[in-house]
């Protein structure tokens, strides 16, 4: 458990037995508890090792706050709320049907992970529609007497928000802000399938850096607090990213081999400042073959 202001911390929920893959945030006070993307099924134990340490326990969650629907950030909801169904779910008007019936987020989750959907996963139980709050950004939520405003930031997914409490500075950023596994290490956007959109993700960059954050917190993975510098990687390497994948799609050869040209050259760039374990990390937070999938779905579309 680490805290980053009175009330506002994040936990490691070793996804994978791994760390620094997956972070989820908590929001304690007397009004309860908030759970920020509390991440899928199979890190359940963890999250409930994390609220004991808090003193708690499923039974004293309030909310969950999702930033995003996909299975890594949101999968345990709908099993939070069959062991607390008096909790109610924060998350974007287009991701809440998914949550009600998350039939076709599994169809979709299925085609990417195929025969690993169990066990990355876990289960994932519908959450009752009576729980679900749906936001749209503009909203300001209110923890402990604490407000914390709610925005919309596509562009990773089509529905994702992000919070920001103006007291502490603090940002929740799910992974609007990208994949940074180890303090200092590579910003990598993460843009696996189906609504990547990269315009839509520099805009909610910008919306992101007019709050005037002085940490964000990355789903994968903790906080940073050079902001300006963080954001202003990010935005070069969604850059660079889809010039890559526009090029790769230029290339004569069979579309494995666009996408080994693709994944190698992010390999490439990463290696200069790290090495393979630290690359295999990334990879477990967001497979490069799927931030291929994710890149030539949005170009082949139409995307600029
Ligand atoms: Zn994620």
């Known amino acids: 458990m680490h805290t980053l202001a009175a009330g506002t911390s994040y936990a490691d929920l070793m996804f994978q037995g791994l760390p620094r893959i997956i972070a989820t945030a908590f ?12 991440g899928p099924s199979t890190s359940l134990p963890a999250l409930e090792r994390h609220l004991a340490a808090l003193g708690a326990q499923v039974a004293d969650v309030t909310a969950v706050w999702l930033t995003h629907i ?37 169809a979709s989750a299925g085609r990417l992970y195929g025969d690993q959907m169990g066990p ?18 503009g909203e300001v939520l209110t923890n402990g007497g604490r407000p914390w405003r709610v925005a919309y930031t596509p562009g990773h997914a089509s529905h994702h928000v992000s919070f920001f409490s103006p007291d502490t500075g603090i940002a929740f950023v799910g992974d609007t802000a990208g994949v940074q596994v180890m303090p200092g290490g590579f910003v ?21 850096e007019a709050w005037r954050p002085s940490s964000l917190v990355l789903t994968h993975f903790g906080p940073t607090h050079t902001v300006a510098s963080h954001l202003a990687e990010l935005r070069d390497h969604l850059q660079m990213v889809d010039r890559f994948a526009r090029e790769a799609m230029t290339r004569s050869g069979e579309e494995p081999d666009q996408e080994a040209w693709f994944t190698d050259r992010i390999r490439m760039e990463m290696t200069r400042r790290m090495g393979e ?28």
């Open 27 to 38: 929001l304690t006070s007397t009004d309860g508890i908030v759970v920020i993307d509390p």
């Open 70 to 106: 996909h299975l890594d950030h949101a999968g345990a909801t709908g099993t939070l709320l069959r062991k607390n169904p008096r909790l109610s779910v924060v998350v974007h008007e287009v991701g809440a049907p998914h949550m009600a019936d998350p039939s076709r987020l599994l």
């Open 120 to 137: 990355l996963w876990g289960e994932v139980l519908p959450v009752p529609v009576t729980a679900i709050r749906p936001v749209r950004g």
């Open 188 to 208: 990598l956007p993460p843009t696996p399938p189906p609504d990547i959109d990269v315009p839509q993700w520099l805009q909610s960059l910008a919306t992101i």
């Open 277 to 304: 374990a630290d690359l295999r990390a990334y990879q477990v937070a967001g497979r490069f073959d799927l931030n291929w999938r994710g890149l030539r779905r949005f170009v082949s579309r139409g995307g600029r």
